[in-house]
């Protein structure tokens, strides 16, 4: 057919179907600019998850829902009556959002989205708002009212505020003057009913306003619900919030206070303790021996822990303290602390164990096995004894050492020790070990051998001098008592010190004078 149109004709279809066309998009436009709240609104069918408050089970769930509407940047938001609006996106609204009248609306705030409503969301009396977070509670809504005189930021608009439920997310509400961040707007109207089951909520009210509750004048605050376990509500006269006033679960909690923030208790999920073994030397002070405790998550309320040592089956025990030079004084108890670094000192030899445990939940600690080793005893060595000269009798071989940390012991074999210094008799060479036997804390040192010589006498002189001689005593008379026998020498020949008696062949010989106490002859024996 179009082969058979001449060119004028095939011109004349195009450019009518052109107009049609651009009629169209004319009449489109227009109904748009009629219908202002569409160009906030994109609808859609794809299911999304939200948490809802399981009140039966006390705690949040997660549900989804196919049926509801994607929220768009624009001028005016209206949330009808049990409607589902979703913010998927980064989005603005430029006026106040408003819900219909009695009406109950349900927003959801997905994870890393925000809703900035720059003129803050009217929720009056006998109205219902519930807003849901994601699993990330991350989504975000902005409800800024300052602009606007008399008006909550998510509640009353000049008139008692309504019912606004939030199970999630960080919810921001700022109020105009004499008005509620969530609550009431206006003076002499009352707050209306606010239940927090989870999310981040931080409410600032106007001048003369509460963060969440009434303006001036109002005869009633409201009701304020913490329904989850743990949920925190700070409350002051200056921002920011920083006073604990409340946890949940709590009814009627107390709500007059300008800024106010709620919060989910963060619970302890784990602790670390770096490293989870650890070798000391006994008594060591080193700055290497250093224990650090981590909790986790990092944002975790109680960041406490108390530690504890437990000895091992050896006896090995260790003490803990807050300084590298382990003063004392800065020994950490058991008690909590605020201290996640320890210092460690080795106090016996042997293991023991280190526990470091959550102040919030004892089920959560972490362990360090301790190895506190022995350390070398301090010794003073023995020194073998010189110029030693037979004498006939036992002489010690060495001048006895001395052991911090353990016993010193000797012996003349390498196999028997004692700790009694070994001595010797007879003319000769000798060797005499020594080691020290650690304690408990102390190693045992090896074993080190010292020579020692007993020289021989020197020949005896051919001849003694008179002097050299013991003399007899004579003269001597019966008195029924001793009486030596013979004088001392009064020199000695070179190299021989002592003089050395006996009165017959059978008896030993002794350095002591021979006495005698009856009458008669005796043969005193004497050699050097």
């Known amino acids: ?34 219908i202002p709240d569409l160009k906030s609104l994109i609808y859609a069918d794809e299911p999304i998850s939200y948490l809802d408050w399981n009140d039966t089970n006390k705690e949040l769930e997660e549900k989804t829902i196919s049926d509801y509407t994607v929220v768009a940047s624009g001028d005016d938001l209206n949330l009808a009556n049990d409607g589902w609006y979703v913010v998927n996106s980064d989005v603005t609204i430029n006026n106040r959002i408003t819900l219909d009248a009695n009406g109950t609306a349900h927003l959801i705030l997905c994870d890393d989205c925000t809703l900035n409503a720059s003129k803050g969301i009217t929720v009056n009396y006998g109205q219902t708002l519930n807003i849901y977070g994601q699993t990330k509670r991350t989504g975000t809504l902005i409800a800024d009212a300052r602009s606007l005189s008399s008006r909550s930021g998510i509640g009353g608009d000049m008139a008692n505020g309504g019912t606004v439920t939030i199970n999630g997310g960080k919810v921001t509400a700022i109020a105009g003057n004499y008005s509620a961040g969530i609550g009431n707007g206006g003076q002499y109207t009352n707050g209306g009913t606010v239940t927090i089951n989870g999310g981040t909520v931080t409410a600032t009210g106007g001048n003369s306003g509460l963060g969440i509750g009434k303006g001036p004048y109002g005869s009633n605050n409201g009701i304020l619900t913490l329904n989850a376990d743990g949920m925190k509500l700070y409350g002051d006269s200056s921002s920011p919030a920083r006073t604990l006033r409340a946890t949940g679960p709590q009814e009627n909690v107390e709500t007059r206070y300008r800024y106010m923030k709620a919060e989910p208790y963060v619970a302890v999920n784990s602790v670390l303790l770096d490293p989870s073994t650890l070798s000391v030397d006994y008594d060591k002070v080193d700055a290497n021996y250093v224990l650090t405790a981590t909790i986790s998550p990092a944002n975790a309320d109680d960041q406490k822990v108390k530690w504890s040592v437990i000895k091992g089956g050896d006896n090995g025990e260790v003490k803990l303290y807050t300084d590298a030079g382990c003063t004392e004084g800065n020994e950490v108890g058991t008690d909590a602390t605020e201290t996640k670094t320890v210092y460690v000192k080795g106090t016996h030899a042997g293991t023991a164990t280190v526990t470091a445990t959550s102040n919030a939940d004892n089920t959560k600690s972490a362990t360090c096995t301790v190895t506190v080793n022995k350390i070398d005893p301090t010794v003073t060595a023995p020194t073998g004894k010189t110029n030693l000269v037979y004498t006939g009798e036992a002489q010690e071989l060495v001048e006895g050492g001395s052991a911090e940390g353990g016993t010193m012991q000797y012996s003349t074999d390498g196999t028997n020790y004692s700790t009694t210094v070994p001595t010797g008799t007879n003319a000769g060479n000798y060797t005499v070990y020594y080691k ?16 020692v010589t007993i020289a021989k006498q020197p020949a005896a002189p051919s001849e003694l001098t008179d002097k050299q001689k013991p003399a007899p005593n004579t003269e001597l008379i019966y008195s029924a ?15 021989y010190d002592k003089v050395l008696y006996r009165l017959s062949d059978t008896e030993d010989w002794k350095k002591d004078v021979p006495i005698g106490t009856n009458a008669g002859t005796y043969n005193v024996q004497v050699k050097y």
Do not use: W, Y
């Open 436 to 451: 020290v036997v650690g304690d408990e804390n102390h190693n045992d040192t090896e074993p080190i051998c010292l020579p």
């Open 1 to 34: 057919l179009i082969k058979n149109l001449k060119e004028d004709d095939i011109m004349k279809h195009v450019l009518k179907f052109g107009k049609k066309l651009l009629s169209l998009t004319l009449v489109f436009v227009m109904l748009m600019s009629f």
């Open 481 to 495: 008592e001793p009486q030596e026998l013979v004088s001392k020498p009064a020199e000695r020949p070179n190299g």
